[in-house]
């Protein structure tokens, strides 16, 4: 793998010591270890290698893994430091619950919330409540933990059809193959039906297209309108 690479990859991510399932990518798997959510999409994720779109410490990891061994599962172990960090007393504010409630939040103990700070909103956990005082906990909820992947690469898109298909199926993952799509020179055309006509998912297909997909330099959304009766 090299950088700028686009891959296919499935995995399972735990919790090490205790074997937890944090995150999946595959629903027959979700299903055969008892977690399946019928409101969650499963599906292979699709990144570009050196953009950060997974841990760096497990992207380094796919780096050395060789194409021919595409297919293969691969486990790997990541100590909290190459993870999502140690945990971080300093992460543990306490706000008045009075504060908390003109922000229309009704403090519960294991509630997570969402808190503008210093103009960023972070999420935090609610661990204690009492005598009108509310302990926040804004560590990831994996800080501190030893995690595990158990990771397999499907595949590496390599012409520019292929990886077209890929930045399409990195935004639109559900209804990727439904979209139809043509290159005319250094352009690419892109036919979205009116349910997907989203102005972000089109700025993000444009970005990395032009930007990592070698000879295109132009997006062309199309809209299509079907059985529209007056």
Same mark, same amino acid.
């Given at each position: ?100 409630? *003109? /922000?229309?939040?009704?403090? $519960?103990? %294991?509630?997570?919330?969402? !808190?503008?700070?210093? +103009? =960023? ?55 990727? *193959? /439904?979209?139809?799509?043509? $290159?005319? %020179?250094?352009?690419?055309? !892109?036919?979205?039906? +009116? =349910? ?35």
């Amino acid at each position: 793998m090299k950088k700028n690479d686009f891959v296919e990859i499935d995995y399972v991510g735990k919790i090490k010591k205790t074997g937890d399932v944090f995150d999946l990518t595959n629903e027959k798997k979700a299903k055969e270890l008892n977690i399946y959510n019928e409101s969650y999409s499963y599906h292979p994720l699709v990144i570009i290698m050196g953009q950060g779109f997974v841990l760096k410490a497990l992207e380094d990891k796919i780096f050395k893994i060789d194409e021919k061994d595409m297919g293969k599962n691969f486990t790997f172990s990541f100590e909290p430091k190459d993870a999502f960090g140690q945990r971080d007393a300093k992460m543990i504010k306490v706000f008045s619950s009075s504060v908390l409630k *003109e /922000k229309k939040i009704n403090p $519960i103990v %294991g509630q997570r919330i969402e !808190i503008e700070d210093k +103009k =960023e909103k972070v999420t935090g956990k609610i661990v204690s409540v009492s005598a009108g005082r509310v302990r926040v906990d804004f560590n990831h909820v994996l800080a501190g933990k030893e995690i595990e992947y158990e990771l397999t690469v499907n595949k590496v898109f390599k012409t520019i059809e292929e990886k077209t298909d890929a930045v399409i199926k990195m935004f639109i993952p559900e209804k990727h *193959e /439904k979209i139809e799509k043509h $290159i005319t %020179g250094n352009v690419l055309t !892109i036919n979205l039906p +009116k =349910e997907l006509d989203n102005s972000v998912i089109k700025q993000l297909i444009a970005k990395y297209s032009t930007e990592f997909i070698e000879k295109i330099d132009e997006v062309t959304f199309v809209e299509t309108f079907k059985n529209i009766k007056e």
